[in-house]
């Protein structure tokens, strides 16, 4: 889970309440800290969740290193409206942590900006099925955005399915 550092402690915090058997590791600290935790972290896999931050997972080539390496079966970006600038280092950093598939989590809502939202989409849709996702944002919207949401996953997967079709023949 990748959160703003504000929110950090309430993640683990919560997942203390609500789910006190999942074993939880805290990915934050001095360069030093996060060195001996990289370390430690690699030579185990008895852990549940990894808790981050942005700054953790954007920072230096190792931390980004070792958070593309671990290979997560889900990836948690909360306050994932902060990805919706698909030019930016962040989230060209964000992307390249693997995991089975992503999730983002948010509070603000969308506005009426298909670039924004085909950024978001392309950051979580990378390689799956964006008809499932389509379908479940669309629920949770307003009529309006999700037939913007709709005309874009459209195009992406049209643009998608071109761009594959001209590298095959290459």
């Known amino acids: 889970i990748v959160s703003p550092?504000?929110?950090?402690?309430?993640?683990?915090?919560?997942?203390?309440?609500?789910?006190?058997?999942?074993?939880?590791?805290?990915?934050?600290?001095?360069?030093?800290?996060?060195?001996?935790?990289?370390?430690?972290?690699?030579?185990?896999?008895?852990?549940?969740?990894?808790?981050?931050?942005?700054?953790?997972?954007?920072?230096?080539?190792?931390?980004?290193?070792f958070l593309r390496k671990s290979g997560f079966d889900v990836c948690v970006f909360d306050e994932g409206h902060m990805l919706k600038n698909r030019k930016s280092q962040k989230y060209a950093k964000l992307?390249?942590?693997?995991?089975?598939?992503?999730?983002?989590?948010?509070?603000?809502?969308?506005?009426?900006?298909?670039?924004?939202?085909?950024?978001?989409?392309?950051?979580?849709l990378l390689k799956r099925d964006p008809w499932f996702v389509c379908v479940y944002v669309c629920v949770?919207?307003?009529?309006?955005?999700?037939?913007h949401l709709l005309l874009c996953v459209c195009l992406y997967m049209y643009v998608y399915s071109s761009f594959r079709s001209e590298r095959a023949h290459v």
């Open 5 to 65: 550092s504000s929110v950090l402690e309430n993640w683990s915090r919560e997942f203390q309440r609500f789910c006190p058997d999942l074993r939880i590791e805290v990915y934050y600290g001095s360069q030093a800290e996060r060195r001996d935790l990289r370390m430690d972290l690699k030579r185990r896999d008895d852990y549940d969740v990894l808790l981050t931050t942005y700054d953790m997972a954007t920072g230096s080539h190792d931390d980004q290193s």
């Open 95 to 124: 992307l390249r942590i693997s995991g089975r598939w992503r999730l983002l989590l948010t509070g603000t809502p969308l506005q009426n900006n298909l670039q924004e939202l085909v950024s978001l989409l392309n950051f979580i």
């Open 140 to 147: 949770h919207m307003n009529t309006y955005l999700c037939i």
